[in-house]
């Protein structure tokens, strides 16, 4: 479709943080025009995508997506990242910094805007480390990094173990308007784990991490917060215990948010009986009684988010034996299908997890907004209802190590809006 075009998004429903009404929406120079109960195109030499039967949302934000460039281009590039992302229906995606080398000064930060931009199908926000070289020691620039517009800080892949310079980061970070998303995870307990430390780890000889080594992070960075007045984020929290303490600290007053993941509230440690090292990850998959629990705070509002932390791993690295394979899962192409099919809650609940409520978070003021006249055009159009398989071949990922293979879902992205430009049509990515 030509650059700067107007398109007229027909038939479908609009869902978004101001509720849901029947409309047509038309935009034109990357921003919404017009939303009415009918838009006729014709004559006007408008594009139509069709939408009936669809729900047409501002785009979604994931919060963790980790994009692999630099360094890791064999598992996934910003391109291939980005595309995956636009066909599952995310506008905006924060790209974690435990690259080659981390994106912990100004020179990776550019580079990963530039490459952002050059894939032009999705609006990709680093995050900066907290530390040098995500070593832990000493406090990253997170002042050349926040000058390029980053917003979120985290270790991701690993927790910030030394409480001293937690600290500082979160006193620091507070004057420079960062937002500190932690990794919560105690090495001391988690080392030389594998998978959660429970029933199964037991029966399977796997070493296990135990809830613990979570819990004790969340707890001390909740004092941390306390202590400083700092923006925390908890990231892909996985136990019952964590879910307890945010809800208990949220109803205290601090002002904390959390997210939590799609395979967290979707699968159980007890599918690591395969030895499948595509069902390790980090934190590692919990017990039903977790999941539940990830279930009642994405309910209750404890959990603010949906992330996916799509972590993209090589065929031959997820073939070493389950002790050795890298952790992490797939995740943008399938998240919104498991969000509608396995959580029992409304559109706008899971649009909000998924949409809005992440975009606040991050500070993306051009993502997840109300879709009316004047608003960047950035949106998501899918049909609930069209149910599918997922089939790792088919894919836009250049991984391929999703845990929901021959998995039945329902909810289908349609088309991808980014700037007033479908990048998805659909089903199809157009670059
Ligand atoms: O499973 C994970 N994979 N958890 C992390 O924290 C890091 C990620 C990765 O980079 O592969």
Not at 183 to 194: M, P
Not at 220 to 238: I, M, W
Request: hydrophobic share 45%; net charge negative.
């Amino acid at each position: 479709m030509a650059e700067g075009l107007a398109v007229v998004i027909r038939g479908g429903e609009v869902i978004d943080a101001v509720g849901r009404r029947r409309a047509d929406v038309m935009i034109s120079g990357g921003q919404v025009v017009a939303v009415e109960d009918t838009i006729d195109p014709s004559g006007t030499g408008t594009a139509v995508l069709d939408a009936s039967g669809c729900v047409i949302s501002p785009g979604l934000v994931d919060l963790h997506t980790h994009l692999r460039e630099p360094g890791r281009e064999e598992a996934e590039t910003i391109e291939t990242g980005s595309r995956a992302a636009a066909l599952g229906g995310y506008t905006a995606v924060v790209a974690m910094p435990n690259t080659d080398p981390p994106c912990d000064c100004a020179a990776v930060v550019q580079q990963v805007l530039d490459a952002g931009r050059s894939a032009g199908l999705c609006d990709v926000f680093p995050a900066g480390t907290i530390t040098v070289g995500r070593a832990g020691t000493s406090l990253s620039p997170m002042a050349e990094m926040r000058a390029l517009g980053v917003r979120v800080f985290t270790d991701d892949g690993a927790g910030v173990q030394d409480d001293g310079l937690m600290r500082r980061a979160m006193e620091y970070g507070r004057g420079a308007g960062a937002i500190l998303a932690q990794h919560c995870e105690v090495d001391a307990l988690a080392k030389g784990g594998h998978m959660n430390e429970g029933e199964w780890s037991s029966k399977l000889g796997i070493p296990g991490i135990p809830a613990a080594a979570e819990e004790l992070m969340v707890a001390r960075d909740l004092a941390l917060a306390k202590l400083t007045g700092a923006t925390v984020h908890f990231q892909h929290l996985s136990t019952a215990g964590s879910v307890e303490l945010v809800r208990a600290a949220k109803a205290a007053g601090l002002p904390v948010t959390a997210e939590a993941t799609t395979h967290h509230f979707t699968l159980t440690d007890e599918y690591c009986a395969s030895y499948d090292s595509v069902f390790k990850v980090n934190p590692p998959l919990r017990t039903a009684a977790d999941v539940a629990a990830i279930r009642a705070g994405l309910a209750d509002g404890t959990i603010d988010a949906i992330a996916t932390d799509h972590a993209p791993h090589t065929q031959e690295s997820k073939e070493l034996p389950f002790d050795e394979a890298p952790p992490g899962m797939l995740g943008l192409e399938t998240a919104l299908a498991l969000a509608i099919t396995e959580l029992d809650l409304p559109m706008e609940r899971v649009l909000a997890l998924m949409s809005w409520r992440p975009a606040a978070i991050a500070g993306l003021v051009a993502h997840g907004g109300p879709i009316a006249p004047g608003r960047p055009a950035n949106l998501c159009v899918f049909d609930p209802a069209a149910a599918w398989t997922v089939d790792p071949e088919r894919l836009a990922s250049r991984s391929r190590n999703t845990p929901y293979a021959g998995r039945r879902v329902q909810g289908k992205v349609r088309h991808t809006v980014l700037w007033g430009q479908p990048v998805v049509i659909d089903g199809e990515a157009q670059r």
